[in-house]
T-cell receptor
Framework: ETGVTQSPTHLIKTRGQQVTLRCSSQSGHNTVSWYQQALGQGPQFIFQYYREEENGRGNFPPRFSGLQFPNYSSELNVNALELDDSALYLC??????????????FGEGSRLTVL | GDSVTQMEGPVTLSEEACLTINCTYTATGYPSLFWYVQYPGEGLQLLLKATKADDKGSNKGFEATYRKETTSFHLEKGSVQVSDSAVYFCALTRGGTYKYIFGTGTRLKVLA
């Protein structure tokens, strides 16, 4: 069973740039969620994708956007980067049929630094 | 809105000591409660969960009981090991939202 994989693991950008982070969900999972974890904080929900559509969004501006592909992999795009976007971005996959209390399986994250 | 509050760390214990990490929550309705653990260099992984009041989740010697009257879900272990050193996150989700709300995490360091 292949776990959740994320790329890149680390990246550095400058303010105003755009970034794309990628996630491959665990085999058999149809739902992907993205979380932002600032240093010393818990993960904050960005949004979730199910059947290639956004299905729930947290308190993040529209410059945070995403995609889910037919193979259930996903991308997180952030435009017009700001210094406060520096964080660990976590992807989590799950199986929707497991219901809302289904386990989330996390990748190791992509650490973004904005200078 | 919904929220989770955890005791601040770091918590430093000697091996075989007892552990309690406090977690309280605020939520409407009947959330499900979780403890996730993040070992150094690894992603978060589910440690245990409880889906209704008075349920007890348990795994790897850790336990937590869903207390609706005190809105708490404290994590306990009778005898910690060095390998338990990690960051522990309390979390909740409410049915239909598919959104998990995490606490800020508590770092545990166990000394040999």
């Amino acid at each position: 069973e292949t776990g959740v994989t994320q790329s890149p693991t680390h990246l550095i950008k400058t303010r105003g740039q755009q970034v794309t982070l990628r996630c491959s969900s665990q085999s058999g999972h149809n739902t992907v969620s993205w979380y932002q974890q600032a240093l010393g904080q818990g993960p904050q929900f960005i949004f979730q994708y199910y059947r290639e559509e956004e299905n729930g969004r947290g308190n993040f501006p529209p410059r945070f956007s995403g995609l889910q592909f037919p193979n259930y992999s996903s991308e997180l795009n952030v435009n017009a980067l700001e210094l406060d976007d520096s964080a660990l971005y976590l992807c989590a996959s799950s199986q929707r049929t497991s219901g809302p209390t289904g386990e989330l399986f996390f990748g190791e994250g992509s650490r973004l630094t904005v200078l | 809105g919904d929220s989770v509050t955890q005791m601040e760390g770091p918590v430093t214990l000697s091996e075989e000591a007892c552990l309690t990490i406090n977690c309280t929550y605020t939520a409407t309705g009947y959330p499900s409660l979780f403890w996730y653990v993040q070992y150094p260099g690894e992603g978060l992984q589910l440690l245990l969960k409880a889906t209704k009041a008075d349920d007890k989740g348990s795994n790897k010697g850790f336990e937590a009981t869903y207390r609706k009257e005190t809105t708490s879900f404290h994590l306990e272990k009778g005898s910690v090991q060095v390998s338990d050193s990690a960051v522990y996150f309390c979390a909740l989700t409410r049915g239909g939202t598919y959104k998990y709300i995490f606490g800020t995490g508590t770092r545990l360091k166990v000394l040999a």
